[in-house]
């Protein structure tokens, strides 16, 4: 199986970033990571390895971001404001710098995924972003960052907060992509910490009329990555 790391000084947020590139061709993925998580975990934890055959097979392709949320949602060093303020540049990294890498290996827009906190960074950066990925599929997600802010709030907590400006939303450019094609899927467990988010975010999407997966599993599962790996080879 084809496995390239990458490092480059990223001028967005004025510092290197690495990633994976895990096949050489296939329906490619745009894997992030858990809560400060680095662009490694997903394969040390056993994620690719759960579908390695499709990877061989050139049917899968995954680009392996870092993320930066030690610097931004979880850096209580810095004032919420400039916590948000981090975020903002990540997604303008992803935007300006992950996607056209990621375009330049393969024509085909990726499918955003993650597990624990990288589900919300599927989650809005798919909604966010919708004319950049094919969907998204979100594992154990939690996907409301107030608990990351001490009160405080601006638009840049609102629009990277998907419980807030989802209801909200009402631009058809948005809507419209949402409903026609979008690969949505919310995977979670019935013991999984972020059940109740996960219930929450699939009732505003039904209330948008956005079609959606809400895939609650049972057998006890909760949240962690034995779960995550299964929900992998089901989904990829």
């Known amino acids: 199986m084809h496995r390239e790391y990458v490092k480059?000084?990223?001028p967005v947020l004025g510092r290197g970033m690495e990633l994976l590139v895990f096949g050489h061709a296939g329906a490619p993925l745009l894997v992030f990571p858990t809560s400060m998580g680095r662009f490694?975990?997903?394969e040390e934890r056993g994620m690719i390895e759960a579908v390695n055959h499709k990877y061989g097979a050139g049917q899968l392709q995954a680009f392996r971001v870092d993320s930066v949320d030690a610097e931004s949602w979880y850096n209580k060093a810095v004032?919420?404001?400039d916590r948000a303020a981090r975020h903002a540049q990540y997604d303008r990294f992803?935007?300006?710098?992950?996607?056209?890498f990621i375009r330049a290996r393969n024509p085909e827009r990726p499918v955003a995924t993650g597990c624990s906190f990288g589900g919300y960074h599927c989650v809005n950066f798919s909604l966010r972003h919708p004319e950049l990925v094919a969907g998204c599929v979100s594992m154990g997600g939690a996907f409301d960052i107030h608990q990351f802010l001490d009160g405080y709030y601006d638009d840049n907590c609102y629009f990277n907060c998907p419980p807030d400006f989802l209801p909200n939303l009402h631009d058809e450019s948005y809507l419209g992509r949402y409903r026609n094609g979008m690969k949505l899927v919310l995977?979670?467990?019935e013991r999984d910490i972020c059940l109740e988010?996960?219930?929450r975010l699939s009732r505003l999407l039904a209330e948008k009329q956005i079609p959606h997966w809400l895939d609650v599993w049972g057998g006890e599962t909760g949240h962690d990555w034995p779960w995550w790996r299964r929900m992998a080879a089901k989904f990829f």
Do not use: C, K, M, Q
């Open 40 to 42: 490694f975990d997903y």
């Open 197 to 199: 988010e996960n219930l």
């Open 187 to 189: 995977a979670t467990g």
């Open 8 to 10: 480059w000084h990223s």
């Open 79 to 81: 004032h919420p404001r």
């Open 94 to 100: 992803l935007v300006d710098e992950v996607i056209p």
